[in-house]
């Protein structure tokens, strides 16, 4: 087991850990919101940017694999390198990369470059985002850090819905002619502040003992994570060549033998890339089997409503984005309240968050059946109202019960396992759901039938949730 290095030891004994400010917990959520931000802003934009680059429906969708695979891939790897080599160094490298790969995604000049541009951009994001959690919970403790982990839990969703009101906005004013690219480019001047700001506000922790890099399960992760997303996010477009069925098969007999190297390397004393024994825990084990069908469904919530509101009700990017108004505000006003509901009410802040999303859902797919095509921001703004007050209830408990009991020399590893889940999840709710909507939407049922279906079992979804968060540990 490895301790945090920091401030001197006080004269009672205990280590000072360094403290975050006010300053450097906004800091590092800036930093943090930048790749959630990408990860949705592209989804208002991909019209435009079929228009511009006449890309193939495979490559638009790999606009949006390329980064979100790469972010999955590598967040435990840049979390173990936090632990490592710095928390702060890695999150200014990490902004640094996002910030120059953000500039190259804005000026590619064709398709290709775009895809390897935003694969690269991933990466840079998975060595950035770990290290908020991390620096949140090397510097912080008791009501502190549950409050900062609450407030990353609101950041994670409150960044989801602003990327794509921001990204309909940035599309359809189109300025100076540059079309889609500014989605990207508006990250160049933010990092560059991020920067600056951070090099003054960040404290700066690191593991005492540097762990080695678990290179074995480092790699069987990588291929479990690529065999299982690729072909999901892939498959629907290409048609379901022969390499996307192999590569399915191939899931289950690495994600295998990933968790049996890492079962070994614990056994014999050393420090897997996601150790047993953390996973194992109650708030870890428990809060992750929530999070999975949560991140699920919140992910092909997002996804299905920018393309049913765009190519469906044909309302365009930046109406788009308008519609998403009343949930951002209600998210944002509940996560403000949600800690002060925890204090009181416990884990029972999930069910009431997972209750609530369902109603949302089932009111707007009455609301389509109701109006369609003709519905309006305010026929639509009261199920947006209760889907963003589900989702702020229970995104940002979820990530409090996680990580609020994580110690703080495994504080990197601890956020990369969390901040996977997340991701891996996002992209096999899109996978899963995006593609169920994309056929059914072309079929006899069209775009009415195809959403009304979707958002009854996204509804199914959420009482899922419900169900599993009765088991959640009590995050008081």
Known sequence: MTTTTTTPVHPTGVTARPA??????????????????????????????????HASTATLELVVAAYGIAYAVLLVLGGRLGDAFGRRRLFLLGLALFTL???VCGLAPDALTLVLARAAQGAAAAMLLPQVLSII???????HRSRALGSYGAMGGIATVVGQLLGGALVAADLWGTSWRPIFLVNVPIGIIGLLVARRTVPDSRAENPLGVDRWGTALLAASLLTLLVPLMEGSALGW????????????????GFAR??????SRGGMPLLPPALLRTANVRHGLVAAVPFFCGFGSFMFVYAVTL?????????????????????????????????????????????????????????????????L????????????????????????????SRVPHDLAGIGGGVMTTTQQTSLALGVAVFGSLFAGLSTSSMGYEGAFVLVMGLLAAVALLVVVLARKLPDPR
């Open 241 to 256: 060549p022969w390499w996307t069925i192999v590569l399915l098969v191939l899931f289950p007999f690495a994600a295998l």
């Open 137 to 143: 919970q090397a510097g912080t403790t008791g009501e």
């Open 376 to 403: 309006t921001l305010w026929e639509l703004a009261p199920a947006m109202v209760l889907i963003g007050i589900g989702n702020g209830l229970a995104m940002t408990t979820l990530f409090r019960i996680v990580l």
């Open 310 to 374: 765009q190519d469906g009700l044909h309302l365009g990017p930046l109406g788009s984005g308008l519609v998403l108004t009343p949930m951002a505000v209600a998210y944002f006003v509940t996560s403000l309240v949600s800690s002060h509901l925890v204090a009181r009410l416990g884990q029972k802040v999930v069910l009431a968050g997972g209750l609530i999303a369902a109603l949302g859902l089932l009111v707007l797919a009455g609301s389509a059946l109701w109006a369609w095509p003709g």
């Open 101 to 103: 790969t953000s500039l």
């Open 261 to 266: 190297v890492e079962k070994r390397l614990e």
């Open 20 to 53: 975050l400010t006010s300053a450097g917990l906004a800091t590092v959520l800036l930093g943090a919101a930048l790749p959630v931000i990408d990860f949705f802003i592209v989804n208002v934009a991909l019209p435009t940017i079929d228009t511009d680059l």
